[in-house]
């Protein structure tokens, strides 16, 4: 053993004989010394952190289900763990949606039937935003009108502007909690559409992961492309379900047709709940402003 390695392991008092702790796995040696030590220690692990969040992000863009694959088969220690990997696309993807709240100054801002900041609406607006919960056809809130009366007086005394911030900023906090929420719900309909297979469902969990993950990466990319959001709207459409194809045809090894009337099934499913958790964020928030 070199000097600067103990004898028993500084962390659970093990004896060690090797690099690292076979009790608790530390590494077996005394981080005190030459300030160059530290320096190393920190640039080393930044550059491994760097290098595993690369290599992540090209499998999780170019090869669908490799990084669920892998990981499954017990190579984790290459890659950036499943949570944190998630952790890191989402607050990236959320921090980047908390910068761009919609500018309404050109448009008409209804709260009911009442138009707020101005006498009243402008012909020639932009366009028109809601907040409608008055019972009528075709509005599926307004069960919501006698809780939100309250709330409905107080939007109608504030600046269009000042109220379309607060409830994007209220989104853009809220939303980030109830999409982890939303993930055991997405692993447990993978749980029911392979529920023949054996397959756990902390697999489908990772894979739930994984997905989401790589949702967030490519919400986040068409913030930097400056095209027309209809194109990013069919590009999704496209990429979206073929990539999710590609990766559940590599994790679950069905065929074709399995693998694409399950992807179906998941599609659907996902897009309802996600909006089910979309509106009932949005309800909350509208509720605490």
């Known amino acids: ?16 004989d090797d690099a690292f702790c076979r009790r608790c796995g530390q590494k077996a040696e005394d981080r005190r010394g030459p300030l160059r030590r530290l320096l190393a220690d920190f640039f080393g692990e930044a550059i ?25 088969a017990g190579k984790r220690a290459s890659q950036l763990p499943p949570l944190r990997l ?10 980047l949606f908390s910068l761009t709240p919609p500018d309404v100054s050109d448009a008409n801002v209804f709260v009911g039937d009442q138009v707020i900041g101005r006498e009243e609406p402008d012909p020639d607006a932009s366009g028109n935003v809601r907040f409608d919960f008055e019972p009528g056809p075709g509005n599926p809130f307004w069960w919501l009108e006698p809780r939100m009366e309250k709330q409905q007086e107080k939007f ?23 999409l982890i929420l939303f993930l055991p719900i997405l692993a447990f309909v993978l749980k029911l559409l392979f529920l023949r297979s054996g397959i756990l469902y902390f697999d489908h969990f990772i894979f739930a992961l994984h997905l989401q993950s790589f949702l967030f990466c490519l919400f986040s990319v068409s913030w930097f492309v400056p095209v027309p959001a209809v194109y990013w709207l069919v590009f999704f459409v496209v990429v979206a379900p073929v990539y999710l194809v590609l990766a559940m045809r590599r994790v679950y090894r069905q065929g074709w047709i ?9 599609v659907f499913v996902y897009l309802f709940v996600l909006a089910m958790v979309f509106f009932a964020t949005l309800l909350w928030v509208m509720s605490t402003i």
């Not at 992540?56 to 694959?69: K, S, V």
């Not at 998630?86 to 921090?95: E, P």
């Not at 399995?258 to 998941?266: D, G, Q």
């Open 1 to 16: 053993m070199s000097p600067s390695t103990p004898s028993a392991c500084l962390n659970c008092g093990t004896a060690v």
């Open 48 to 72: 491994s952190l760097e290098s595993r969040l690369f290599r992540g992000l090209r499998d999780l863009f170019f090869r669908p289900g490799r990084l669920t694959e892998e990981y499954l």
């Open 86 to 95: 998630y952790l890191v696309a989402s607050l990236f993807f959320f921090f």
């Open 156 to 178: 109608r005394q504030m600046e269009p502007q000042v109220l379309i911030d607060a409830v994007y900023h209220g989104i853009a906090s809220a939303l980030p909690k109830a």
């Open 258 to 266: 399995r693998i694409l009337l399950k992807t179906a099934i998941l």
